[in-house]
């Protein structure tokens, strides 16, 4: 009998790559943008547009995925997907203006979608492979070092870089764990195409059907849900708390330490529980943060919020992923690639929402009404998905 393989590199391997796209790409622009607003960079309202653009190329990089899912077009793009990231964010070291630097967060976003995608769907089809799926979800272990390890570069930096030239450390730090990553990912023993003889049944290609419908549209509530607080948690945290608190400085650091071992607790849970029975309780932890924020005044519920939120929204990712494999074996990589599209797509929705409540005469702290509904919404939907495909 062949020895099973061995797990810890091919998962190292893809968290590795989740990290330099989603913390060393993406979130590392969230301690950034204060920095290069003080240098003069940009201002507060650029910031803002260039987030959104970085958010969009996010959106255009999982829709990309959804055309190239074959594992064969995997080992194509994934590949060129981490060259596009180092190049983007070796650029944004040169970059002193706000045009510039949104056509290059556009890219990097577009690098960032298709990794997030394309990543983690060959290491589950590795991983069914070798009938290991249940491990499957620790792979996102490396979003929260990530995320802490962006805020670490970022401040360990400051005082000794400024302007352009704080994108350095980041960028210098992706190149070589990318190349790592995808050194490692290249070497599994995955087929190029599927095998030739004619199945008994052919198998549906539709994306939508009885099973993974309610999966769908309760994916959507979830991407609206979560965008909410963690885009604007600090800010709401420095209206309401004391200026003395921790919390004004620190609840991206709180949200950062409960994202670290979500992975690693939801994908247990789902091992214990199911995966469906865990992903409704993933819904109703973030939907009891997002109420804290709105019913606890002050510093108690912007903590239990971002722990809540921070602690589950990386569950409920691995969970739903690998739940719509299970529903749909024979186009698990293409599953995943529509929902990261559509997930993406509600989180464009949710600041814009957000903008447009503003305008009315709104507050930010009456905002997250909307992420609380979002999330009911796919509460609801997930009670809805059938327990066997």
Excluded: K
Aim: proline share 6%; glycine share 10%.
């Amino acid at each position: 009998m062949p020895q099973r393989p061995a797990l810890f590199p091919t998962l190292l391997a893809g968290a590795t790559l989740l990290l330099v796209v989603h913390g060393l790409g993406r979130f590392v622009y969230t301690p950034l943008l204060p920095w290069l607003v003080q240098d003069g960079l940009l201002t507060v309202q650029e910031g803002a547009s260039i987030a959104s653009w970085n958010y969009l190329g996010y959106l255009i990089g999982a829709l990309l995925a959804l055309r190239w899912h074959r594992v064969a077009q995997i080992r194509r793009s994934l590949p060129w997907a981490l060259v596009l990231h180092g190049l983007s964010t070796l650029a944004q070291t040169q970059v002193e203006s706000a045009d510039a630097l949104s056509a290059l967060r556009l890219l990097n976003g577009i690098s960032n979608g298709l990794v997030f995608v394309q990543a983690p769907s060959l290491i589950l089809e590795w991983l069914a492979r070798h009938r290991r799926v249940s491990s499957s979800g620790l792979v996102y272990l490396g979003v929260g070092v990530g995320m802490i390890l962006s805020s670490l570069l970022v401040s360990l930096s400051n005082g000794v870089l400024e302007g352009a030239d704080r994108w350095w450390p980041a960028a210098l730090l992706s190149i070589p764990l990318a190349w790592w990553g995808w050194w490692r990912l290249a070497r599994l023993d995955m087929p190029e195409a599927e095998p030739t003889e004619e199945p008994v049944h052919v198998p549906s290609g539709r994306l939508l059907d009885r099973a993974s419908t309610p999966l769908f549209l309760s994916y959507a509530g979830a991407g609206m849900g979560y965008i909410l607080p963690m885009t604007f948690l600090p800010m709401v945290a420095s209206l309401q708390v004391d200026p003395s608190d921790f919390l004004i400085e620190s609840s991206w650091l709180v949200v950062a330490l409960a994202t670290l071992p979500s992975p690693w607790l939801w994908n247990r849970l789902g091992a214990l529980l199911g995966d469906i029975l865990a992903l409704r309780l993933s819904y109703v932890a973030q939907l009891a943060g997002v109420l804290a924020a709105l019913l606890l005044p002050g510093a108690p519920g912007i903590l239990l919020c971002g722990v809540l939120v921070g602690g589950t929204f990386l569950g409920t990712v691995l969970l739903t992923q690998r739940l719509a494999r299970a529903l749909h074996p024979h186009q698990g990589p293409r599953l995943s690639a529509a929902l990261i599209a559509l997930y993406s797509l509600t989180q464009l929705v949710g600041p814009w929402l957000t903008g447009v409540w503003l305008n009315m005469g709104g507050s930010l702290h009456s905002a997250f009404w909307l992420g609380a509904g979002a999330l009911l919404w796919g509460l609801i939907w997930m009670l809805l998905v059938p327990r066997r495909a």
